[in-house]
Structures are given as structure tokens and as C-alpha cells.
């Protein structure tokens, strides 16, 4: 059953809340998302993916961070150096929308 906007708004708060101040992305990106995929109700392990091997326009070979097919996909950079203080996920980029 999907949940109510309501029920939405109450768990992206508590999220928010638990994951202000995180400062330790390679340890905690992976919990990270898989809780935020939980505030819509969403397994993230039934749509997405983490660490999906894609090949760069270098021709090089890389990996995506995290990879929803047909929806989205999400590549988390570090923020600039001396861009002043930076929550952990304060550099990902937007996610982009995909036509696959």
C-alpha cells in the first residue's frame, strides 16, 4: 500500500534529523541511501542498484554510485576544497532523469 503524503513528510523529517551533521560518506553511503529509498516507502534493493559498472566517453571504464533503471541514476562527488562546511552529501549532484 503506498503511503500517505503525510506519512512521507513525517519520515523525510526523521531522516533529515538522524542524518544531520554525517560527515563520513565512504563508510555510510550505502546506509544512506538504502534509508533514504525507506521515507517513500521504497526497497532499494527491488529498483536500484549500487557501484553499476558504466564505460566513461574517455572510453575508460568506471562505476555509477547509485543506479535506478529508467529513473535515475546518482554519481556523489566531494565537495570543493575550501567551499566552507559541507554535510556528507552536499556535493552529490542532482539526480537526472533518464530515457532508457
Known amino acids: ?3 500517505s503524503w503525510n506519512e512521507i513528510r513525517h519520515r523525510a523529517i ?12 565512504q563508510a555510510e553511503k550505502q546506509t544512506f541511501w538504502n534509508e533514504f529509498f525507506e521515507v517513500f ?3 532499494r534493493r527491488v529498483v536500484a542498484t ?12 568506471g562505476f555509477i554510485d547509485l543506479f535506478w ?3 535515475v541514476l546518482v554519481e ?3 565537495p570543493a576544497a ?4 559541507a554535510s556528507m552529501f552536499s ?3 542532482s539526480a537526472s532523469l533518464l530515457k532508457l
Open 14 to 25: 526523521a531522516f533529515s534529523n538522524e542524518w544531520a551533521g554525517v560527515k563520513s560518506e
Open 91 to 93: 556535493g552529490a549532484k
Open 69 to 71: 533503471p529508467g529513473t
Open 41 to 43: 516507502g521504497i526497497r
Open 1 to 3: 500500500m503506498p503511503l
Open 50 to 61: 549500487f557501484e553499476e559498472p558504466i564505460r566513461k566517453i574517455s572510453g575508460q571504464y
Open 76 to 78: 556523489r562527488q566531494a
Open 82 to 85: 575550501g567551499s566552507g562546511p
